[in-house]
């Protein structure tokens, strides 16, 4: 991992979850509440009842039938398999107390990082066309040499900063991509949501929001059904339970495969080139 560039480290790869090469992280390290993603509540650190001694689950065919549905949304942005395998080098935490502890400890920490990773991955391919992007790659390849470090530093590691740092890029990529290159530019037409929008079960069926930013916004159970969501800027966006049935998100700005896992949609529904199509949604 650590020679790769930013190409290589993309989304195809390292910044897309490998459980076959992780030791079933999410299923230890974080910690479950009571609600309607999961049936109980489970302290972060304690392995989930469902884990086999393989770091596999017993029920994954079932998680939402079961109650689990917190599980079928999760994305560890391939947070897994960068701790599992180079943070500790394929040292279990089933192996001593101290690896438990450590990988514990810095597993959510990286999966932020690798979430980063994600944005400006995206932020350099919306800028590249319009502009020299070396101030995105720059920002990249810093946040990868952040992910890159030993366990001790990851855990003192402030990543709220390196968030901080980084917003202000994302920003102004989303607004180049959003303008055709000319920042500044406003979208013309009908009135449509700004930046954190109170979207809770919204009307929003048939929308045009292209080129919008959402940014931010609650979209819980929103009514999207049919709408037009292309270069729209969804960083952050909180899709659960919304209806993107027959909607076009084919080149959101920043949207994540965690926001269309947690989203109901159909076969109509245009994503992005390499996401997937939830099992949960309805293809009849």
Known sequence: MENRTYVQLGRRSDLGADCS????????????VKSSDFPRDKPAGEPCDNLDEHDA?????????????????????????KVSQHTFSGRSWREDPQVRDEMFAVFPR???????????????????????PSPWV??????????????QELADLDVDAAYDSARGLLVEASEIARSGGEPGRRRRGARVPGP????????????DLSGATLRGSVAIAADLSGATMR??????????????????????????????????????????????????????
């Open 196 to 207: 954190g929008s109170d979207l809770l079960g919204a009307k929003l069926a048939g929308a």
């Open 57 to 81: 689950c017993r029920i994954h065919p079932q998680l939402r039938d079961q109650g689990f549905k917190g599980c079928t949304v999760f994305d560890c942005f391939g947070a897994g398999q």
């Open 231 to 284: 270069s729209c800027d969804v960083l952050g966006v909180d899709l659960r339970d919304a209806d993107l049935s027959g909607a076009d998100l084919s080149d959101a700005i920043y949207l994540t495969q965690m926001q269309v896992n947690s989203a109901r949609g159909d076969a109509r529904t245009a994503l992005p080139e390499g996401f997937e199509r939830p099992s949960h949604w309805t293809y009849g």
């Open 138 to 151: 720059d920002a990249f390849e810093h946040v990868r040499e952040l992910s890159d470090r030993p366990a």
């Open 110 to 132: 990286v999966r932020r990082l690798h979430e980063l990773l994600w944005y400006l991955d995206e932020a350099i391919a919306l800028v590249q066309a319009h502009r020299d």
């Open 21 to 32: 090469s992780c030791f079933g992280l999410c299923c230890v390290a974080l910690a479950f």
